[in-house]
């Protein structure tokens, strides 16, 4: 073998095994263990939190998805201060818990759990939302949080068909949401939303303009394979992540917040009908 084909060889194998240590870190987040619709559900029942308004029910439900930190009182004391008072219940989902998950950095890092393969959580919530006596299983809707977003607009972009690293769970509990509201949600790689962006069920999205997190723009992208118009869009210019309630970020903008909570009570009046 010639000399400059023999360092060639050499310098493309000694850039693959550094290309393979690089994706390492990253190898339960490419490879998940393989899931299904059924242990999704048992995994996430006992970590369900329902909070209702005052009445017997049952009640059109929002099922909420925390970030990529994981699910904080800051989160329910926001969401139940904006979305109780307006006769809707609130069902949030712990996936970290689920998986005991303590350690939300790698989740952040993309590391471990991506929103591809969570989506499987918004099927199993769905279904297990749809058991409970105090939720009304024909109005449901979803909303995230940028890591959560995410999971919804996967679990909305396959469609019921099988994602990463789970078997096709099929579509019959997406018939049961009427909209979804995403909050500064990750649309970068790599997100299934990408290849296929669902217009269904009605969707609002709230996004900061500033930002640090995630890329709005990413989402912007992804919204240029719809129709204008198809998918509501609200671009705060001045907010940053998390600008919606109270967090280690210290992004919290209060008017910008009070802006955000109207729209998005207004969008699931449309959507899920007025409260009783």
């Not at 105090?134 to 999971?151: E, I, K, P």
């Amino acid at each position: 073998m010639r000399r400059p084909l023999r360092w060639l060889l050499i310098a493309l194998a000694l850039l693959s095994i550094a290309a393979l240590l690089g994706l390492y870190p990253y190898r339960t987040a490419l490879l998940p263990e393989a899931d299904d619709l059924a242990s999704a559900k048992a995994r996430l029942a006992p970590h369900l939190r329902l909070f209702t308004p005052a009445g017997s029910g049952p009640f059109a439900t929002v099922l909420v998805f925390h970030g990529c930190s994981g699910q904080h009182q800051a989160l329910l004391d926001s969401v139940n201060d904006w979305l109780l008072p307006a006769g809707y219940a609130a069902l949030f989902v712990d996936s970290h818990g689920a998986r005991g998950i303590d350690d939300w950095r790698p989740v952040c890092a993309g590391k471990q759990l991506w929103g591809n393969q969570r989506a499987l959580d918004v099927y199993a919530a769905i279904e297990l939302a749809a058991e409970l006596p105090r939720v009304d299983g024909r109005r449901l809707a979803l909303l995230g949080f940028s890591h959560g977003g995410w999971s919804i607009l996967d679990a909305l972009a396959y469609g019921g068909a099988a994602g990463h690293g789970f078997a096709a769970p099929g579509r019959q509990g997406l018939e049961r949401v009427r909209a979804a509201i995403l909050y500064y949600p990750y649309c970068g790689f790599p997100a299934q939303l990408r290849r296929h962006m669902s217009a269904q069920p009605p969707q609002l999205m709230l996004l900061a303009g500033e930002d640090h997190i995630t890329d709005h723009r990413q989402c912007l992208e992804a919204l240029r394979q719809l129709q204008p118009g198809a998918i509501q869009v609200q671009r705060y210019a001045n907010a940053d992540h998390v600008f919606d309630h109270l967090s280690d970020l210290a992004t919290y903008q209060p008017q910008l917040a009070k802006d955000a909570q109207q729209r998005a009570r207004s969008f699931l009046r449309s959507h899920l009908g007025p409260a009783p």
